[in-house]
């Protein structure tokens, strides 16, 4: 995405044609997100009023495996002289992912919020 992701951007972009769709088809589904600005932003929050939500608490640690895919992806990164030659080095990252690794990371979830429990919300080892 070019530019500054604003909270209108990020639901005429993200929310409405990829997010509500896909939560549409799942009944039961349940979304969240972190507390970054346009996901907090009352535009995007008025949007999702009409789906379940899960609060993001403040100073919450992120849980998300998605986390570790991104650093993942940053340590493979080379060097890129321009915004094209980037984006086409994440998209052949992206699309060259271990699916073995995603897999354990969404398996490790049980472990990461029993961890985070037993850390009283602090900090853990994941």
């Known amino acids: 995405m070019c530019g500054t992701l604003t909270g209108q951007?990020?639901?005429d972009d993200i929310l409405r044609p990829h997010v509500?769709?896909?939560?549409?088809?799942?009944p039961r589904a349940i979304?969240?997100?972190d507390n970054a600005r346009p996901h907090t932003a009352r535009v995007a929050q008025g949007f999702l009023r009409h789906f379940q939500t899960l609060p993001w608490l403040a100073r919450s640690p992120d849980l998300s495996p998605v986390e570790h895919v991104w650093d993942?992806?940053?340590?493979?990164?080379?060097?890129?002289?321009?915004?094209?030659d980037l984006e086409l080095a994440v998209q052949d990252l992206w699309a060259h992912l271990p699916q073995d690794n995603i897999?354990?990371?969404?398996?490790?979830?049980?472990?990461?919020?029993?961890?985070?429990?037993a850390a009283g919300g602090g900090p853990t080892r994941y």
């Open 20 to 26: 509500g769709p896909f939560l549409n088809g799942l």
């Open 31 to 33: 979304f969240q997100q």
């Open 9 to 11: 951007r990020y639901v």
């Open 103 to 117: 897999r354990c990371l969404i398996n490790s979830i049980p472990d990461r919020v029993a961890a985070c429990i």
């Open 72 to 84: 993942q992806l940053k340590r493979q990164m080379p060097s890129r002289h321009s915004v094209h």
